[in-house]
């Protein structure tokens, strides 16, 4: 029934545009809802952005859905729906499993629940793993055969693409780095280099610090302590930003040293949220990576910021909705 469904979706959806299919691409997150339109190749018709408001749990996020999701379906006549949902998922069913940063979501069926009300087929994936599909196939990862993704926004997760096609393990997920224990007390990344940790340990340390560049932007910005805080704080000298960031920078280079060794990825490449701090991050995290990596592999693996930014999770849905219409 799902191959027969599937093909006449491709029959009755085929999109007008370029002579190629249309598809949906909904990128689920702790902070932000992004809905697109968009072709499987990576061209973007269409972008609607929502802030996720924590307190309206998943129940809200999917309010937010179907605002938009008619208005889409009668424009574009999507063949297919891919998602990219923050948190662990059967990529098989569709099924999410929870989300650590927003209630109402555990054991939801996502993809029926969005078949309910597009009758189209609709595939799931976890977002970071989206996203790394995207930068293999059209961002930083371009024309490398293993590439690893890891994208730090408001948690950190990660996404292992090889020969162009997304490596799946047992259910729900895979590549969880975000989740990977730093010493034997349970620190993990992500309660040392997730998006709402810097927020926090900006907040912190400005306390104890008030007479740095870091403290006094923080106190002229409406929202207090912000990662995005750290660029302006660095090129006005700031010793505290340059300490943050190069601390934050060795415990995330600490982790992928373990995912070096274990896979050996030609490249890693670096998103979500806190890459678009940029060059600065990179370069910490290049510099740092090296002393966690076993001589046979030096110099390790190229870093490389992400290409496609805060396009590249709805981008990776877009792809692994026209893969798998494909197969």
């Not at 008619?70 to 006549?77: A, V, Y």
């Not at 030096?298 to 981008?315: F, M, N, T």
């Amino acid at each position: 029934m799902l191959e027969k469904s599937l093909t006449l979706a491709c029959i009755r959806f085929a999109s007008a545009t370029n002579g190629c299919m249309t598809f949906l691409a909904i990128e689920i997150g702790g902070t932000k809802l992004q809905i697109y339109a968009g072709s499987g190749s990576g061209e973007i018709f269409e972008r609607h952005r929502f802030s996720v408001v924590p307190a309206a749990g998943g129940e809200g996020i999917r309010a937010q859905i179907l605002e938009v999701l008619p208005t889409l379906f009668e424009k574009w006549k999507p063949a297919a729906i891919g998602v990219g949902y923050g948190g662990p998922v059967d990529w098989k069913t569709g099924r999410v499993q929870c989300s650590h940063h927003i209630a109402g979501w555990d054991d939801f069926p996502l993809a029926d629940w969005l078949h309910e009300h597009s009758r189209v087929p609709v595939f799931v994936e976890n977002d970071a793993n989206a996203a790394a599909l995207a930068e293999a196939l059209h961002g930083a990862g371009r024309g490398y055969s293993t590439v690893f993704y890891v994208q730090i926004g408001t948690g950190v997760g990660g996404g292992l693409v090889v020969d162009g096609r997304l490596y799946h393990s047992a259910a729900p997920g895979e590549m969880e780095i975000g989740h990977v224990r730093l010493d034997r007390e349970s620190t993990t990344v992500e309660d040392m280099c997730s998006g709402r940790m810097i927020d926090r340990h900006i907040r912190e340390m400005v306390d104890y610090h008030p007479e740095t560049v870091l403290a006094r932007l923080a106190r002229e910005t409406a929202d207090g302590g912000d990662a995005r805080l750290l660029v302006p704080a660095l090129a006005e000298g700031c010793w505290l930003a340059e300490e943050m960031l190069t601390t934050t920078m060795e415990y995330l280079a600490f982790a992928l040293g373990h995912v070096v060794q274990l896979l050996h990825p030609e490249i890693i490449v670096f998103g979500g949220g806190l890459a678009l701090i940029g060059e600065p991050l990179r370069e910490r995290l290049a510099r740092a990576l090296p002393q966690w990596v076993m001589t046979a592999f030096q110099p390790g693996p190229r870093v490389a910021l992400s290409e496609l930014k805060e396009d590249a999770v709805p981008v990776g849905a877009l792809a692994l909705a026209h893969t798998r219409m494909s197969h």
